[in-house]
């Protein structure tokens, strides 16, 4: 679906500043020092989805949200950063101006980063999933998303045709009724 479908079930926040959201699955700590170089390098407040340890205790972490204050946040964050494969798709749906993280080490087993790093190919942007610390000044440069849309909505009409074939073939064998 689209930023206009979603922005019905948004539910704005209550922060009054311009400001980076941050939402972290894994605990890498160094991608908490991105964020610390951003907030300098951009004059932005970074507040915190919490999710483990590294940032329950920050004195900008923002509780109690779920599904729609979630969407929210990420609809008016003017940089979101995020090892949350939604987090990314809600911030390119959004327009967000975005910094994707791998969660696992390459070698894992259980690595979700592949389809991370599709999606921030498919989006025409892959040089903004950061895989590994970065020296010296941050790329702070916008994301260009007359180039990113057409993408995003080919990809979303590929998923739809693809969701309405596998339900019609599903409803013509029976199976769902």
Same mark, same amino acid.
């Given at each position: ?43 932005? &407040?970074?507040?915190?989805? =919490?999710?483990?340890? *590294? ?9 109690? /949200?779920? $599904? ?59 040089? &903004?999933?950061?895989?590994? =610390?970065?020296?010296? *000044? ?9 180039? /990113?849309? $057409? ?27």
């Amino acid at each position: 679906m689209d930023a206009s479908v979603w922005s019905k079930e948004a539910v704005d926040p209550k922060i009054e500043e311009p400001f980076i959201l941050c939402y972290f699955l894994g605990e890498v700590k160094w991608q908490r020092d991105f964020v610390t170089r951003l907030e300098k390098q951009t004059g932005l &407040r970074a507040y915190f989805i =919490p999710n483990t340890y *590294l940032d329950v205790n920050k004195n900008n972490a923002v509780f109690e /949200v779920g $599904p729609a204050e979630f969407i929210g946040l990420i609809k008016n964050a003017n940089y979101v950063c995020t090892d949350s494969f939604h987090g990314c798709v809600f911030s390119a749906i959004f327009e967000r101006q975005l910094y994707g993280f791998c969660k696992r080490a390459e070698v894992e087993m259980t690595s979700d980063n592949s389809r991370l790093a599709d999606l921030f190919q498919l989006l025409g942007v892959p040089e &903004r999933l950061i895989k590994k =610390p970065i020296e010296g *000044l941050l790329d702070v440069t916008d994301i260009d998303y007359s180039m /990113v849309k $057409p993408k995003l909505i080919d990809a979303i009409q590929r998923s739809e045709l693809y969701l309405n074939e596998v339900l019609q073939l599903l409803s013509s064998s029976n199976i769902l009724s």
